[in-house]
């Protein structure tokens, strides 16, 4: 069993929509949630950082930590077609422990 | 000015030929690491180090091997490249921070190299 699964789409939703964004994890150890978005052709880039349980909201996205079901969410409001990227969730039981990375949920906002 | 850059960014090579990649940082983190991204399988540890005395293997390590020449300064070799090291490769930074009583460890990605070996 992977460490952590995600969906990898594709996900298409026309401009405007809700988007979720989903993974599931089997380490209860893990402390550390984060999401990154990366766009064709670059590198990762953090969107969002969540640390234990709860919700966490930044503008249009908003982060929720489940742990006591292993799950975290990403949610993107009023979408645009700037948010068409890969979304790619990442996991740590802490400091000095290794990262671990979804695989990445494929998403496009039609205009 | 890019914090994260890495050399080259695109290249051709072909089978059993040495191939090194790499990395700068001037975001001044001590921790620096080698990712592949490979379409279906994410994105996979190759090595890591949390200072310049500190190398560490990470999930995939066989086939590579690293070099960190100075704190802003990881590089990543393939000693005699293989067609299954057809790849995605970024290298990463991370500094220990705090928020609140909470230390952090969030990683900062460099724009990849795409490697493909014939």
């Known amino acids: 069993q992977k460490e952590v699964e995600q969906d990898p789409g594709p996900l298409s939703v026309p401009e405007g929509a809700i988007v979720s964004l989903n993974c599931t994890y089997s380490n209860s150890a893990f402390q550390y949630f984060m999401w990154y978005r990366q766009y064709s052709r670059k590198g990762p880039e953090l969107l969002m950082y969540t640390y234990s349980s709860g919700n966490k909201e930044d503008g249009r996205f908003t982060a929720q930590v489940d742990k006591s079901s292993k799950y975290i969410s990403l949610f993107i409001r009023d979408s645009q077609p700037s948010d068409s990227a890969t979304y790619l969730c990442?996991?740590?039981?802490?400091?000095?422990?290794?990262?671990?990375f979804g695989t990445g949920t494929s998403l496009t906002v039609i205009p | 000015d890019a914090d994260v850059t890495q050399t080259p960014r695109n290249r051709i090579t072909k089978t059993g030929k040495r191939i090194m990649l790499e990395c700068s940082q001037t975001k001044g983190h001590d921790r620096m690491y080698w990712y592949r991204q490979d379409p279906g399988l994410g994105l996979r540890l190759i090595y890591y180090s949390f200072d310049v005395k500190d190398i560490n293997k990470g999930e995939i390590s066989d086939g590579y091997s690293v070099s960190r020449q100075a704190q802003a300064k990881f590089s990543l070799s393939l000693e005699s490249a293989i067609p299954n090291q057809t790849a995605l490769y970024f290298c990463a930074t991370s500094a220990l921070g705090t928020s609140g009583t909470r230390s952090t460890d969030t990683q900062y990605f460099g724009p990849g190299t795409r490697l493909t070996v014939l």
């Open positions: 990442a996991m740590s039981a802490g400091t000095g422990n290794q990262f671990y």
